[in-house]
């Protein structure tokens, strides 16, 4: 079994990555069987929808996409994944732009192959497990987390809530040590027990 992590920011080893890997940390922790990686949007080229091109692509063939660049294999990479943890910061309001191209072609993919309504095919991700991390300093991380929740739904995937605030996902607000509002780093353990749950069911 493996858990795949991917972490949106510019900033490696920073406070999204902090709270990614603490939730892997911790599932790793709960289950010595499972193995996990990391991917960094940072070292990846992934350019935005070309949108004019779906109807000869992702229309009709489910998942394919003509871009040649790093979202594929990404995808690629989720699919063979048994559980995601997928983390994000707020740049000027909303996610960095290489990580929400990145989301953004997913997204057309399932979105432009469902809305032809040629065939049903299952998403690729259908009812894949997934974990939220969201990370702003000034504004409050629950924008990001909705924005990554959306993403899941939209790809079918299966996020899975936590039983606290702010409960689509783990949310960092400021300082991760001292924020006894959103609690991230308790949160992220939390997290990483209810994923694991839903990995093994
Ligand atoms: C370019 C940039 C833009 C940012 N814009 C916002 C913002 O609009 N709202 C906010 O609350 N925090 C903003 N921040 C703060 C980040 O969300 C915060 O520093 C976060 O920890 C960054 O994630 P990282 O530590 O993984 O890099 C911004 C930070 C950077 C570097």
């Known amino acids: 079994m493996e858990v795949l992590g991917i972490v949106g920011s510019m900033r490696k ?18 289950d010595g069987t499972i193995d996990s990686s990391l991917i960094y949007t940072s070292d990846l080229t992934c350019n935005p929808c070309r949108v004019i091109c ?5 229309s009709v063939h489910p998942f394919q996409c003509s871009i040649d660049d790093d979202v594929m294999q990404v995808l690629e990479r989720m699919k063979r994944a048994d559980a995601l943890v ?9 996610p960095p732009s290489g990580f929400h191209a990145m989301i953004e072609r997913m997204i057309s993919m399932a979105f432009f192959y ?12 259908a009812d894949k497990p997934c974990g939220l991390v969201a990370v702003a300093e000034y504004s409050t991380p629950q924008t990001i987390l909705e924005y990554l929740h959306d993403f899941c739904l939209l790809l079918k995937m299966r996020p899975v809530a936590l039983t606290a605030f702010p409960y689509l996902g783990v949310g960092g607000h400021g ?8 609690s991230p780093l308790e949160r992220a353990r939390q997290l990483a027990e209810r994923l694991l749950n839903a990995m093994l069911r």
């Open 175 to 182: 300082n991760l040590e001292t924020d006894t509002v959103f």
């Open 86 to 94: 997928i983390g994000s910061p707020q740049y000027f309001r909303g």
């Open 54 to 58: 779906h109807k000869a692509n992702c």
């Open 114 to 125: 469902e809305t032809a309504g040629l065939t049903h095919e299952r998403s690729l991700l």
């Open 13 to 30: 080893g920073q406070n999204t990555e902090r709270l990614v890997q603490t939730a892997i940390s911790e599932m790793l922790r709960l």
